[in-house]
């Protein structure tokens, strides 16, 4: 139960040669679940074998609490790490498995059975302990890993997609099994997932990654409602993004043209630095935009090119002046079709402007 | 290096193997879909059982047969008197053994870790070389140990010159002598078995150790050794069984009290039913090993593939280990190389001018233009072409049919049939001789009445017999590749069965067969073992001229024989790299093994 924090950290792997950690300075909150996300080749993964000692960073320093852990050897941070396809051993049993890490800390006899009993009792797999790990479905594999995790009660919990193996079911299940254990032994931890959806479910704070730089850090919620800039507006769900040009700027929002003439307001993050004549990139939910009659006020003409049945909502795509624009309806205007127009209406509490 | 000539079966491949969907369809495919007739199968199978019978089986009961005609209770009491040559041969050929499958651990463990776990300065070229000494014809290999570190060897005659000793430093002889040239010739299958295991590892099992508070120690003793356990057995049962059958290094460094030696000097004695009995107890002690192995293999071994974070190498980077790397490197190359180099420097040296000097002090290329020029001395080249090359016909029918046979028929005694020709695997080059004499010293039905004994075909059998194994198991290998599907997929692109299994099983299993078929001729051109027992002086081959030759003391001819075989199996070794390049690299390393 410690605070992580990372320094500046970067990762230059020899071959490439190219930073594939670069710069990141992130402080992880004593008891907080922190997701670090971002698509495959973004750098989580490399970010977080160097908080496990996998990996010495290139530059830059790596904290837990006040020890300075950059060139610790793995084996002595004391972290609990769930491997992404477990890396159970083969040749040892349930119990053996989960106890591993008991024995490197010469917990022994009754109290290392105890501690045995009850991890796997916390991820009900109580009874199990005589088997063989290949005898155990994945979902089973998974908890066996999460048990041998936390029976060490490791300073920090490290999780690296932990449920990217299992069926869509089971994950859904096993992400509020590991929140629930998480918080009930308070465990620092930092988890590593591409899935956005499991990052917005799980985390406390998401640290969301590109290129191997972190782009933003904040509340999923805060996330999804106040991209910084392009790539979190379109990777977290699904954004339009809109190059408008800004036609009157203000401390916290600006001024900008839509189409047929229509002035819009738009949310801008402090020191956003646009000035009239600049263009600027407003983002908007699909869930957001309202269709309408084409009378309604305020409403811009559009053009439906696509609607998509998924039950919840219907997807239609409409040309909004050249330019396609997603929008989630829960209901559509009667007798909707391809090829109609329609009235399009961007209300401006939603509208926010992101950085490139 | 593309093929190694030296191959460990550390992988269970399809036998243990979970049920894929290619396991599947191939089960579907065998049971009658192809072809049809429930009877097709033993239509095609029961002349292949027959020749397996008539010239593996049968020879070994014939050979068994003659162990117990006369006296039998003398012969066999042998093994149990104690003091007797027989109980002593056994001891030796078990502690020869025993001792070479520890050598060969150390070495072949080491190197495996080394190559795979560091980087360092030459890690590379030592990976490329490292297979070259085992590949070596046997008879050649042994003599260029023996030129090397015996004696009258080029290293301990350097270092007494060096230290200005009264004796060779550090020769080796005897019983040291034959486990120089096992450890040479056999870590690989440690070595390669370990490497295999290792790049098989997961890399996150062992970093999950260290996460849990392991130390390197402890990771070492509770994880990697344990998951490495498989590989190590499978490479001790390999070494034992080639120890026991090995029979060129205990005959150059004069060690008659092993069990392949006391058969051949039984046999050139005259003492048949004695040498039959050495030989039915060989057999049945490697037959005891092939069964081991088999069992062994059934098990399951520790392979999990993540795709996660692929292993790194560690990189030496202290000043002072990258310098002690590459001096190491640098001693390992010599090390290698030095056996083909030895053999390349003797071959042109003069006759008989080579005494007490270090290294021969005369050169010439004489060799070389008697070996092609006078056709007496050609004559051996000439032979074992024509051996291998009708015993390689040979192989490739029987070897395919029966690969094919097992791998995609499903009859009764499938298994019969892979155990048949397992154990012409198992059999030592000795034991595959004594047994073909012990058959056909009179006609019988499989030699269609005739005596093959001192005739020319006799020799093709006993290559028949020892390679064709190799030709099996690569054709084998690259047919489980295939998934059965593709030969559904023709079909259902309107192809009819026999243009389907043409255009396309046969057409992927090639490169399979070649490369089997060109290890066969490869290793027909080195063979000694058997030819020794069965050659006559019109069917000399090359390995037995090059023994006759060094008898006669002419070591520059024999070198310059030797070369040619060097020669051979490196262009050889290069042609099957390229052939099975790519997705069937396995089947090359399948096929092969060290023909001691």
């Known amino acids: ?356 | 290096m593309g093929g190694p000539a030296v191959s460990v079966r550390t992988e269970p491949d399809a036998v243990t193997s979970a049920e894929t969907p290619a396991a599947a369809s191939a089960r579907r495919l065998r049971s009658g879909a192809v072809t049809g007739s429930r009877w097709f199968p033993y239509i095609l199978v029961l002349p292949l059982a027959l020749v397996l019978w008539g010239y593996i089986v049968q020879p070994m009961l014939a050979t068994f047969s003659e162990s117990v005609a006369e006296n039998a209770g003398d012969n066999y009491a042998g093994f149990f008197t104690a003091g007797g040559v027989a109980r002593q041969s056994l001891i030796n050929s078990i502690l020869i053994s025993v001792a070479s499958v520890v050598l060969c651990g150390v070495v072949g463990v080491a190197m495996a870790f080394l190559l795979r776990r560091f980087q360092f300065p030459g890690r590379g070229l030592i990976e490329a070389i490292i297979l070259v000494p085992a590949a070596l014809p046997p008879l050649i290999g042994a003599i260029s140990f023996q030129l090397l570190y015996s004696e009258t060897g080029i290293l301990p005659r350097a270092l007494q010159q060096l230290f200005g000793t009264e004796e060779p430093v550090l020769a080796v002889s005897g019983i040291a002598g034959v486990l120089v040239v096992h450890t040479f010739t056999m870590y690989p299958f440690f070595y390669l078995a370990a490497s295999a295991a290792l790049r098989g590892l997961d890399p996150s099992i062992e970093e999950a150790a260290y996460n849990l508070g392991a130390s390197r120690l402890r990771v070492w003793r509770t994880v990697l050794l344990p998951m490495l356990t498989p590989a190590m057995v499978s490479g001790a049962l390999l070494v034992f069984m080639t120890s026991l059958a090995s029979y060129t290094a205990p005959l150059l460094f004069g060690v008659d009290q092993t069990m392949t030696m006391q058969i051949y000097i039984n046999r050139t004695n005259g003492d048949m039913p004695l040498a039959s009995t050495y030989a039915s107890v060989l057999g049945v002690v490697s037959i005891l090993f092939l069964l081991a192995m088999r069992w062994y293999e059934g098990r399951r071994s520790y392979r999990s593939l993540s795709k996660g974070v692929a292993s790194h190498r560690r990189e030496v980077t202290n000043p002072l280990g990258r310098w002690l790397a590459m001096l190491g490197s640098l001693a390992g190359v010599a090390v290698l190389l030095a056996p083909v180099a030895t053999i390349a420097l003797v071959a042109f040296s003069r006759d008989g001018s080579w005494t007490t000097q270090v290294i021969p002090s005369e050169y010439t290329a004489e060799n070389f233009r008697t070996i092609f020029a006078e056709p007496r001395a050609f004559e051996p080249i000439l032979n074992s072409v024509t051996i291998s090359a009708v015993a390689t016909a040979g192989i490739i029918v029987v070897g395919v049919l029966i690969a094919y046979a097992v791998r995609r028929l499903r009859f009764v005694g499938r298994s019969l049939l892979d155990i048949g020709v397992m154990l012409a695997w198992a059999l030592p080059g000795t034991v595959v001789a004594i047994n073909l004499i012990a058959a056909f010293s009179t006609g019988n039905a499989f030699s269609f009445g005739q005596v093959l004994v001192a005739t020319f075909w006799i020799m093709p059998l006993a290559y028949f017999v020892r390679f064709l194994p190799m030709v099996f198991r690569s054709t084998s290998a690259a047919l489980a590749q295939i998934d059965p599907a593709l030969e559904e997929a023709a079909r259902n692109l309107g192809a009819s069965w026999p243009r389907a299994f043409l255009t396309v099983t046969v057409r992927l299993v090639l490169p399979g067969v070649v490369a089997g078929a060109l290890l066969a001729f490869v290793h027909g051109v080195g063979e000694f073992v058997a030819s020794v027992l069965i050659y006559t002086s019109q069917t000399e081959p090359i390995s037995v001229a090059i023994n006759n030759s060094m008898y006669r003391f002419e070591m520059g001819t024999a070198a310059a024989y030797g070369m040619l075989q060097v020669v051979l199996i490196f262009v050889v070794m290069l042609v099957s790299g390229r052939l099975e390049n790519g997705r069937s690299s396995r089947s090359a390393r399948e096929a092969t093994q060290w023909a001691g």
């Open chain 1, 1 to 356: 139960m410690v605070e992580v924090r990372l320094d500046a950290v970067s990762k230059v792997f020899a071959r490439s040669g190219d930073p594939a950690v670069d710069e990141v300075d992130l402080t992880i909150r004593d008891g907080e679940f922190f997701t670090l996300l971002g698509p495959s080749g973004c750098g989580k993964t490399t970010t977080l074998r160097m908080v496990a000692g996998f990996y010495f960073p290139s530059s830059g320093r790596i904290f837990f609490g006040s020890d300075d852990v950059t060139r610790q050897a793995p084996n002595k941070r004391d972290t609990g790490m769930v491997f992404q396809n477990y890396a159970l051993f083969p040749h040892l049993s349930v119990a053996q498995n989960v106890g591993y890490g008991l024995k490197t800390r010469k917990v022994r006899g009754t109290e290392a059975k105890r501690r045995i009993d009850e991890a796997l009792e916390q991820v009900h797999l109580s009874g199990y302990g005589a088997r063989r790990i290949d005898q155990l479905s994945g979902g089973q594999q998974q908890r066996v890993a999460l048990a041998r995790a936390l029976v060490i009660r490791p300073r920090t919990l490290l999780l690296d997609e932990p449920l990217s193996n299992l069926d869509a079911k089971l994950r859904e299940e096993t992400r509020l099994e590991i929140r629930r254990i998480q918080r009930e032994a308070g465990t620092t931890s930092v988890y590593v997932t591409h899935d956005q959806a499991e990052a917005m479910a799980m985390s406390d704070r998401i640290a969301v990654m590109n290129g191997g730089t972190v782009q933003q850090v904040g509340a999923p919620e805060e996330i999804y409602r106040r991209p910084a800039n392009r790539f979190v507006a379109t990777f977290i769900g699904r954004s339009n993004v809109l190059s408008l040009p800004v036609v009157g700027a203000g401390p916290e929002q600006v001024e900008v043209a839509g189409p047929d003439g229509v002035t819009l307001r738009a949310a801008a993050p402090e020191a956003h630095g646009l000035s009239e004549s600049a263009t600027a990139l407003v983002s908007v939910r699909p869930e957001h935009v309202r269709l309408t009659g084409l009378d309604a006020a305020g409403s811009l003409s559009a053009t439906v090119v696509e609607t998509e049945f998924t039950g919840m909502s219907t997807h239609v795509t409409v040309d909004l002046a050249g330019t396609p624009l997603h929008v989630a309806a829960v209901q559509l205007p009667a007798g909707l079709t391809t090829g109609d127009t329609v009235g399009v209406v961007l209300p401006p509490e939603h509208l926010w402007v992101v950085r490139p």
